[in-house]
């Protein structure tokens, strides 16, 4: 698959895993699914990893922020903007919360932290030399990302106002409700209610990697020291499904393509 080039506003972009173990991240992840890793030094913020695969960018690895270093892993999600500081000036008004104002990342772009009203947490990226991810919905690379909410039509409601995006009801047999996020015509993302098995579990946007065996894949996991969230099952025309966490308690999605 050729490498991406540009994604429209409000199509999720990139992925970004913070731990408080960069070096044992990188090892897992490594071995899972085949990335190549950088360290990139970055001055006082101390060591960025960038994840590629086939020398195309797929993600990154963080370490802690000033304050968390005991916080476990997670894995967040950067949405694509045309313009950071007209789309976070928005964000309060919509009921939502900006964690972090706008700032420029070197000159690979310029970014906003921010939670929408139901407190699910996700970044806004406006590119400058970087797109973000350029290579995905290939094994080892993001294929999906969708928001975890306690109140699917609040949550919806708030990107729509900010970003401009429409939102679409998708039935599968089977499984619980599910609305897709819709940027020109095509589904991009999706938004579902935390069920009652999930209780305890504050909103949050999910990353699903592509596997070409969700089995395999999740039992070279645990052998590596992560732990199974939800084991694999069958969503019809979706593909095999699992929930892990690493080591130090990301928690991502697999996802193997339908037969």
């Known amino acids: 698959m050729p490498k991406l080039e540009k994604y429209a506003q409000g199509t999720p972009s990139y992925a970004e895993l913070v731990t408080p173990d ?10 899972l699914f085949g990335w190549e890793l950088e360290d990139v030094p970055m001055g006082d913020m101390g060591i960025y990893v960038t994840v590629s695969k086939d020398g195309a960018a797929v993600a990154g690895i963080s370490g802690p922020m000033p304050g968390m270093e005991d916080h476990p892993a997670w894995w967040g999600v950067y949405l694509t903007v045309d313009d950071v500081d007209a789309v976070t000036a928005k964000v309060a008004a919509a009921g939502g ?30 590119p400058g030399t970087s797109i973000g991810t350029e290579l995905a919905n290939e094994p080892g690379t993001p294929i999906w990302n969708e928001v975890l909410t306690t109140d699917v039509d609040r949550a919806t409601a708030f990107y ?9 009801a998708m039935g599968v047999e089977g499984a619980p409700p599910y609305t897709c996020l ?11 209610a935390l069920g009652p098995e999930m209780e305890g579990v504050p909103p949050h946007w999910n990353v699903y990697f592509n596997v070409e065996s969700t089995d395999d894949t999740v039992a070279r996991a645990t052998e590596l020291g ?34």
């Not at 420029?104 to 970044?123: C, E, K, L």
């Not at 992560?226 to 697999?254: E, H, I, K, S, Y």
């Open 22 to 31: 960069q070096q044992s991240a990188k090892a897992f992840y490594a071995s």
């Open 226 to 259: 992560g732990t199974v969230v939800a084991p694999a099952f069958d969503v019809p025309t979706v593909g095999r499904l699992a929930v892990l966490a690493d080591p130090q308690g990301g928690m991502f999605c697999l996802m193997q393509n339908p037969d």
């Open 97 to 126: 919360r900006v964690d972090a104002e706008p700032f420029d990342v070197f000159d690979m772009g310029r970014m906003s932290s921010i939670a929408d009203p139901t407190g699910a947490r996700v970044n806004l990226w406006q």
């Open 160 to 168: 729509a106002d900010v970003l401009g995006v429409s939102w679409e």
């Open 182 to 192: 819709m940027v020109e015509g095509r589904p991009v993302g999706g938004a579902m």
